[in-house]
């Protein structure tokens, strides 16, 4: 059981480039999150999905965009990237009934 | 809105002490679920407890016990015989149980150090 699994952990992009974050969960989620966490900061909610097909906005979703078309895959696309937009990510994924939240290991962006 | 407020930017304790690291919440909900999160320096966030808002008792994990008062909304972290392996970032989180969408919302996290 691999729970969530984030591609790639390290990242070095340059202004202006794209980039996508992979995020696989296993465990039949239907709930599925993106989260940053600047340097000594708490986690922002970026995007998020409560089901295949649906998703909507965090709290700081400008720059970003998702997808998901499959239970198990949450991917989170930069589009033009900003050094604002170092930080690392992280993807969270949660079954509908319980509160059990399963964390991927991040991954830490430097856009320079 | 929801938030969820950390007050201690960095604490540090000896190894062997007790250590109490604070959380403050703001809701309207009844119902709701709290956590406490540790990152250790190798970025994974690991699930330290976890409490329920409609349960009175004080959840216990092992070392880790917290210290929940739902009226003043306050629910802070108490590690006891602290070992050189807690020194990490601690967060606490906050969900509401009528969110139909789960989303958690952090506070901005407090650093410990354990010193030997």
């Known amino acids: 059981n691999a729970g969530v699994t984030q591609t790639p952990k390290f990242r070095i992009l340059k202004i202006g480039q794209s980039m996508t974050l992979q995020c696989t969960q296993d465990?039949?989620?239907?709930?599925m999150y993106w989260y940053r966490q600047d340097p000594g900061m708490g986690l922002k909610l970026i995007y998020y999905s409560v089901g295949a097909g649906i998703t909507d906005k965090g709290e700081v979703p400008n720059g970003y965009n998702v997808s998901r078309s499959t239970t198990e895959d949450f991917p989170l696309r930069l589009e033009l990237a900003a050094p604002s937009q170092t930080s690392v990510y992280f993807c969270?994924?949660?079954?509908?009934?319980?509160?059990?939240?399963?964390f991927g290991s991040g991954t830490r962006l430097t856009v320079v | 809105a929801q938030t969820v407020t950390q007050s201690q930017p960095e604490m540090s304790v000896q190894e062997a002490e007790t250590v109490t690291l604070s959380c403050t919440y703001d809701t309207s909900e009844n119902n709701y679920y709290l956590f406490w999160y540790k990152q250790p320096p190798s970025r994974q966030m690991i699930l330290v407890i976890r409490q329920e808002a409609y349960k009175q008792q004080n959840a216990t994990e092992n070392r880790f016990s917290v210290n929940f008062q739902k009226a003043a909304k306050s629910f802070s972290l108490k590690i006891s015989d602290s070992q050189l392996g807690d020194t990490a970032m601690y967060f606490c989180a906050f969900v509401g149980g009528s969110s139909n969408t789960g989303k958690l919302i952090f506070g901005q996290g407090t650093t410990l150090q354990v010193k030997p």
């Open positions: 465990m039949n989620h239907n709930y």
């Open positions: 969270a994924s949660r079954s509908r009934e319980g509160y059990g939240y399963t």
